[in-house]
């Protein structure tokens, strides 16, 4: 274990952990957007900022992916701190409007208006956790970043029909603002943002539809499986099916 103290709390964090990690644990609220256990940390939004103070010297750091070490102080609510969260928040709302999700980090954070001219450029505030969860966690490697600055988005490759993505909806499940749609009628599911259709399979024992052709091709690949599995939903493997 590492002693360190966060915000004049004294806390013993694991070793190897980040500081947002043991803040969260201590239950010391950092705010962030680009942030997930799922994947690894990338320090996108920079809303994680914190003080480290180490041999008399402070140096602000994203907490998300700085590692805890012996002795450390962490500040994690200074001026400078609000100051600089409160201008990157800002940028933010500037670029996506004021989204229910920032809004609520907004009045959190103390942000009462925006200094800078909304231009409501795009609703995507470049986190990344949709590319990094289909890259890290799904493996398909479906989205990614285009472009620089203002103009910087997340397409699917040439932005045409996308082949590799599997509609597992993932990158719309971890989206913190919620601006992946995803869409399922008359037995198909839709990802407009991606441009991708599949079609549903349904249960072989229930009828409900429970995962695309994709998806089901995918483990199929990786786990060989038979069909008597694959085409069963998971409720019905834990309760009607044994394998
Ligand atoms: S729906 Fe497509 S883009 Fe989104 S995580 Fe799944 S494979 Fe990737």
Known sequence: MVKITIDGKKISAKEGETVLKAAQRA???IPTLCNNDAVKPYSACRMCLVEVAK???TKLVTSCDYPVEEGIEVNTNTERIQRDRKVILELLIARTGETPELKKLAEKVGVKEVRFKVRNFDDCILCGLCVRVCDEVVGAHAIGFRGRGMEREVVPPFDVENEQCLACGACAEICPVNIIDIFEHDGTRELPKWHKKSRLVACRVCGKYFA???EIEMIRAKTGLPD???Y????CREHNFTI
Request: glycine residues 12%.
């Open 27 to 29: 239950g010391i609220f």
């Open 55 to 57: 041999n008399g010297r």
């Open 212 to 214: 695309t052709e994709e």
């Open 228 to 230: 008597e599995i694959l």
């Open 232 to 235: 069963v939903c998971p409720d």
